[in-house]
């Protein structure tokens, strides 16, 4: 079973479109977290969300976190080559004062000059 | 260290032969996560260790898998009698208490003929 499912899973688009990438779950977690990994590289956290219905903003990118705290949304406006890579999301689930990290299947963004 | 180091970056091995990949995560993170990545895929958990506690090895996906982390710190996972179908990136992430924030390695790609 995968707890968190990430949508679409492969999207292409051209220099200056916007897009949306969904994550979506049954669950409830802590916080949610985005990481973008390019190619022979290790994922790098984007941005963190804790609060239900919460909003940040990271320049172009929009990130949202679900009323429940069970899904979440990445925005981008005006994409760039630059923003090509594999965009994955991640969820906490708290035990005590510890956290396990859960993460999807990845949405990979392909931006065409 | 400045990040986690994880080493070797690379490694070719015949199938049926052993490997140790290593994992030097961030001085002072207390919780360590293995991962495995297929081509293009997302990550695939494999084990858990936080502080002092029983590690989670619900991930691990045979016998033939194991990890360890010694006084805390540095991490090997151990693959015996690999097989083509281990063939895969394995990426080290680790996290201060009580924090969501990982931080990874470039990861070892490992390939199996």
């Known amino acids: 079973t995968q707890l968190l499912e990430q949508s679409p899973q492969f999207l292409s688009i051209q220099e200056g479109e916007n897009l949306t990438v969904y994550c979506n779950s049954s669950s409830v977690f802590s916080s949610l977290q985005w990481y973008r990994q390019e190619p022979g590289e290790g994922p790098v956290l984007l941005v963190t969300v804790v609060t239900g219905g919460e909003v940040k903003k990271l320049k172009r990118l929009t990130f949202q976190f679900g009323d429940a705290r069970k899904d979440s949304s990445l925005h981008i406006t005006a994409a760039q080559p630059g923003d090509t890579g594999l965009y994955l999301c991640a969820g906490a689930r708290s035990g005590g004062s510890n956290y396990k990290l859960t993460f999807g299947k990845g949405t990979l963004l392909t931006v065409n000059p | 260290g400045a990040g986690v180091s994880q080493s070797p970056s690379n490694k070719v091995t015949e199938k049926g032969k052993d490997v140790e990949l290593r994992c030097d995560p961030i001085?002072?993170?207390?919780?360590l996560y293995w991962y495995r990545q297929s081509l293009g895929q997302g990550l695939e958990f494999l084990i858990y260790?936080?502080?002092?506690?029983?590690?989670?090895k619900s991930g691990l996906p045979s016998d033939r898998f194991s990890a360890e982390r010694t006084g805390g710190s540095v991490s090997t996972l151990t693959i015996q009698r690999t097989q083509q179908e281990d063939s895969a990136v394995y990426l080290c992430a680790s996290t201060r208490q009580g924090n969501t924030e990982a931080f990874f390695g470039q990861g070892t790609r490992l390939t199996v003929v």
């Open positions: 001085s002072g993170h207390t919780a």
């Open positions: 260790f936080q502080g002092n506690s029983a590690p989670d």
